[in-house]
C-alpha cells in the first residue's frame, strides 16, 4: 500500500506524489487524515518559497500543519487511544528539555519541531497526505458529532487561543470589552468567534473584501467595515483618544496596524497575531496613548483548550471553511487559497 502526498518541490511546484504506508513506531500511531486546512504559511512557501529570508524551503516538504483525522494502527505501548478514534493533531513538538520548555514556555522551545515547518534543516515533513505515524501525545480526541472540517481547525484556533491569552494577561478580561479585530481572514474569523465566546460586548472586525467580512459577520462580529471601500467608517472609533478596550490585529498590513492604534482607547491592549516584517509603527501616537502591544506565538496548552472549545461545540466555526478540495486537487486548492476575496479557509480532503 501507499499514500498520497502533497509535496512542495519549489515555487509554484505542489507535486502529489505518493510515500510506502507508514507504521507506527513504539509510542505512535498511524492517522488516517480526514481533513487539512491551507494556512498562511503553507501560502507563502508556495506562493514565494518561504517567509521573508530567514524561512526557505531548502528540500522538498510535505505541507500541512492543520489537521484532524481516525487512528487506523496504535503502536507499541500506546494507551488512551484506540483504532477508529477521531482525533485532532498537534502539530507542535516541543523538546521538553531547553531553556524555554523548562520554564513551561513550549511554544519558544529552541529545538522545536513543527509538523510541515521549513524552519529547520532537514525540515518538518506537514500533514497533507492519506495517512501519517505520529506520537500519540500529539493527538487530542474529538467529541462525537464534530465535524472533521471543524476538528481541522483546532490549530489555527489554538494560535488564536493563545492571542486571547495573551489578552487576559494585561487586560484581564474580555467579557464586556469593545474589541477592534483587523483582517478577516480565517484567524481575523476565529478571533472574532472567541471574542465572542470571551463575552465581548462588541466586535467591530476591518477587511478588504465583502465575501471575508461577511463570514466574520456569521461567525460573530457586531459591525463591519470594509476599509477598502467604507475607510472613513471608522474615523469614528478614532474619537476621544479611541474607542476600543483590545485590538486583534490579524491582517498584518501596516495601515490595519496604525488604525487599531488610532482607534484603540489610551491604556487598551492591541495583541499583534499577524506577522509582518520591518514596519512603520507610529510610536508617537503608541507611546503618548499608553497602549500595550503585545505579540503572541503559536501556542502551548492553548491547542488542548482550542479542542476542547471544539468539542463543546460552543462557537459558530463551520462558516470559516468556505472550501474543500481533495488532495488530488491540492494545487487548485493552493491557489484558491491564494484569492482572498473568495477564501476565507480552504481545506484538503483524504479518503
Ligand atoms: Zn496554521
Ligand atoms: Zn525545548
Avoid at 507504521?23 to 503553507?42: F, R
Avoid at 530567514?54 to 528540500?59: F, W
Avoid at 478577516?184 to 466586535?203: D, N, Q, R, T
Avoid at 482572498?340 to 479557509?345: D, F, I, T, Y
Amino acid at each position: 500500500m501507499s499514500i498520497r502526498i502533497a509535496r512542495l518541490h519549489g515555487q509554484r511546484d505542489l507535486r502529489v506524489e505518493t510515500l510506502p504506508d507508514p507504521e507506527p513506531a513504539p509510542g505512535e500511531v498511524v492517522v488516517a487524515i480526514g481533513a487539512g486546512g491551507i494556512c498562511g504559511s503553507d501560502i507563502h512557501y508556495y506562493t514565494h518559497g518561504g517567509i521573508g529570508e530567514m524561512i526557505r524551503v531548502q528540500e522538498p516538504i510535505i505541507i500541512g500543519h492543520e489537521a484532524a483525522g481516525t487512528i487506523t494502527a496504535l503502536g507499541e505501548g500506546v494507551e488512551g487511544l484506540s483504532v477508529g478514534q477521531r482525533v485532532a493533531l498537534n502539530p507542535s513538538h516541543p523538546c521538553g528539555r531547553c531553556s524555554f520548555c523548562e520554564k513551561g514556555a513550549h511554544q519558544h522551545c529552541l529545538n522545536m519541531r513543527f509538523k510541515g515547518s521549513a524552519m529547520f534543516m532537514p525540515h518538518e515533513q506537514g500533514f497533507f497526505r492519506d495517512r501519517i505515524a505520529i506520537g500519540a501525545a500529539q493527538c487530542y480526541p474529538i467529541a462525537e458529532g464534530v465535524p472533521m472540517a471543524e476538528a481541522a481547525l483546532s490549530e489555527p484556533l489554538a494560535v488564536c487561543r493563545r492571542a486571547i491569552t495573551r489578552a487576559l494577561e494585561v487586560a484581564g478580561t474580555l467579557e464586556g470589552k469593545r474589541v477592534l479585530v483587523t483582517g478577516a481572514g480565517p484567524i481575523g474569523a476565529l478571533c472574532v468567534a472567541l471574542a465572542k465566546h470571551f463575552g465581548a460586548s462588541e466586535i467591530v472586525v476591518t477587511d478588504l473584501q465583502d465575501a471575508t467580512l461577511a463570514v466574520a459577520k456569521d461567525v460573530g462580529a457586531t459591525r463591519t467595515v470594509n476599509v477598502a471601500t467604507h475607510g472613513a467608517d471608522l474615523t469614528e472609533y478614532e474619537a476621544e483618544k479611541g474607542y476600543f478596550d483590545i485590538a486583534f490585529e490579524c491582517s498584518a498590513a501596516q495601515p490595519a496596524l496604525r488604525s487599531a492604534i488610532l482607534c484603540t482607547r489610551p491604556m487598551g491592549t492591541i495583541v499583534q497575531v499577524g506577522v509582518m516584517g520591518d514596519t512603520p509603527v507610529p510610536f508617537n501616537l503608541l507611546v503618548s496613548k499608553e497602549i500595550n502591544l503585545i505579540g503572541t506565538h503559536r501556542f502551548d496548552k492553548e491547542f488542548g483548550q482550542a479542542v476542547e472549545l471544539i468539542n463543546t461545540q460552543a462557537m459558530v466555526l463551520a462558516p470559516i471553511v468556505t472550501h474543500s478540495l481533495p488532495i488530488a486537487d491540492a494545487v487548485i486548492a493552493m491557489e484558491l487559497a491564494t484569492d482572498r476575496g473568495k477564501a476565507v479557509k480552504v481545506q484538503i480532503t483524504f479518503d
